[in-house]
Nanobody
Framework: QVQLVEFGGGLVQPGGSLRLSCAAS????????MGWYRQAPGKQRELVAT???????NYADSVKGRFTISRDNAKNTVYLQMNRLNPEDTAVYYC??????????????WGQGTQVTVSS
């Protein structure tokens, strides 16, 4: 079994910052790409940022220059530093990872989601 658990969501004022983290655990052989997605009420889930195992990154245009994705391969953890948050960033944020488990099957896994609310 493989599990992704997110931490760090909450309520923040416009212009503020939050840092999300997501730790993978279980029967892991290797972790490939990791990423963050978000889903606002009434909207489709959308990509926020992704990072490869060698730390190549990709960002949605709406978060470029404000958000930074990073990872610690030794801890099987991915982070999302979010700065200059605005109300349009309000959403449930989900962690995603492509993981090869010890049975050598590669699958995409999702975390349970963490709520980020930007409001004054």
């Amino acid at each position: 079994q493989v599990q992704l658990v997110e931490f760090g969501g909450g309520l923040v004022q416009p212009g503020g910052s939050l840092r999300l983290s997501c730790a993978a655990s279980g029967r892991i052989f290797n972790i490939y790409a990791m990423g963050w997605y978000r889903q606002a009420p009434g909207k489709q889930r959308e990509l926020v940022a992704t990072i490869t195992r060698d730390s190549s990154t990709n960002y949605a245009d709406s978060v470029k220059g404000r958000f930074t994705i990073s990872r610690d391969n030794a801890k099987n953890t991915v982070y999302l530093q979010m700065n200059r948050l605005n109300p349009e960033d309000t959403a449930v944020y989900y962690c995603n990872a492509d993981i090869k488990s010890t049975n050598l099957l590669i699958m995409g896994y999702w975390g349970q989601g963490t709520q980020v609310t930007v409001s004054s």
